[in-house]
């Protein structure tokens, strides 16, 4: 059932490659250069777009934020379902609800679902499990085709989530006009090449990983950074890492380090940062700088052109901009395996954790 591989995680993120595949089948046009998503075809392209959801999931669609304003130019908000569902929420006449929950059966997901419904706003499930509460309560639905998801800490299925994410944003993006058919083109190549580009560079990004699960997982605690699209994915490094190997981590935008967490900073706190050769490189090169200047730790993950001297610097393949996201998350769930793994924690099963959260 594992496929050889020691664990459900393992496996699953070494399914990544075949998801982002399965995630754009008969989601293209005929020459690969459009998207087609019918499920998106009968509704308006919303004014405001407010995404809700766990997690995870939470943390797909906060990277998704960023997308859907530089190529879709829809303003969008991004809601813990626990917080959202006990605000008095305001939505506009044109605005739309995406939900996103894995399992479909999140309680607090599908709480705001229902409240969003009676407010009479159309909502769009992305779900994996067909059929499920949310899938069926949903106006319309976009399942990710991810498959089952076994192990508690889910790897693929967020993969599979920010490629739909994607395709609905150059969707939008297309059909408001502010995105050029040669963008939306060159994001669809990029977004292919990425299977075989991620099966190859995959089994070097374990090597690594364990390489400095083994030098790293005496620490207590951990700090992620990341700014712009990476800064969800600080958030996701860190709830990996706690999740399964139970040392503390906190994810952190980068630029809010000086507000506070500078003061953490010693030679025990390492920080795990990301910092992809984007226009935010300097500004995040210079916050690495704050901590390296108080003896901290860095593990720093960028991209084979980048120049740092850093304590640790881990290369990853290049994307085209945001979509980077597809090495940068299997990174920091191979690392979260690795230190866990290496401490011999139960990884496909860690405490007091269920895979679907149907209680409040
Ligand atoms: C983390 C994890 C959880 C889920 C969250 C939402 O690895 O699995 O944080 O992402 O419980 O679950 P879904 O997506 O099923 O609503």
Redesign the pocket.
């Known amino acids: 059932q594992k496929g050889g591989y020691k664990h459900f995680m393992l496996k699953e993120i070494f399914e990544q490659p075949l998801v982002v595949t399965n995630c754009l089948t008969g989601r293209l046009s005929a020459n690969h250069a459009r998207v087609t998503l019918p499920e998106l075809e009968e509704l308006s392209t919303p004014e405001r777009l407010h995404i809700i959801?766990?997690?995870?999931?939470?943390h797909a669609g906060l990277w998704a934020m960023y997308i859907m304003e530089s190529w879709a130019k829809i303003p969008t908000s991004v809601e813990i379902a626990s917080e959202y569902r006990y605000r008095d929420t305001i939505l506009g006449k044109g605005d739309q609800v995406l939900v996103?929950?894995?399992?479909?059966?999140?309680a607090d997901?599908l709480a705001c679902l229902r409240k969003v419904k009676q407010q009479g706003a159309k909502v769009i499930g992305l779900c994996?499990v067909v059929g499920s509460s949310?899938a069926r309560e949903s106006d319309t639905v976009i399942y990710t085709q991810a498959g089952p998801e076994i192990s508690?800490?889910?790897?693929k299925?967020?993969c599979s989530q920010l490629v739909v994410l994607t395709l609905m944003a150059l969707f939008w993006g297309r059909r408001k006009h502010v995105l050029t058919e040669a963008e939306e083109t060159e994001t669809l190549d990029a977004l292919r090449r990425i299977p075989e580009q991620l099966e190859a560079a995959l089994p070097a990004m374990r090597e690594q990983a364990n390489a400095l699960a083994r030098q790293y997982s005496g620490a207590r605690s951990f700090l992620y950074l990341g700014r712009g699209p990476c800064y969800p994915l600080a958030l996701e490094g860190a709830?990996?890492l706690k999740?399964i190997s139970y040392i503390h981590a906190e994810g952190y935008a980068a630029g809010e380090m000086k507000h506070g967490p500078i003061a953490l900073i010693d030679p025990d706190f390492p920080t795990f940062a990301l910092i992809m050769c984007d226009d935010l490189f300097p500004k995040v090169q210079s916050n690495l700088q704050e901590v390296q200047a108080r003896n901290g730790k860095i593990i720093a993950l960028t991209q084979d052109d980048a120049v740092l001297t850093l304590d640790s610097v881990w290369k990853i393949p290049r994307s085209r901009g945001p979509l980077d996201v597809f090495f940068a998350l299997p990174a920091l769930q191979l690392f979260a395996y690795e230190v866990a793994d290496y401490l011999g924690k139960d990884v496909d099963q860690p405490r007091n954790?269920a895979?679907?959260?149907t209680v409040e």
């Open positions: 959801a766990c997690g995870t999931s939470f996103i929950s894995q399992s479909g059966e999140t997901t994996n949310i508690v800490a889910s790897t299925a967020m709830l990996k999740e954790l895979k679907s959260v």
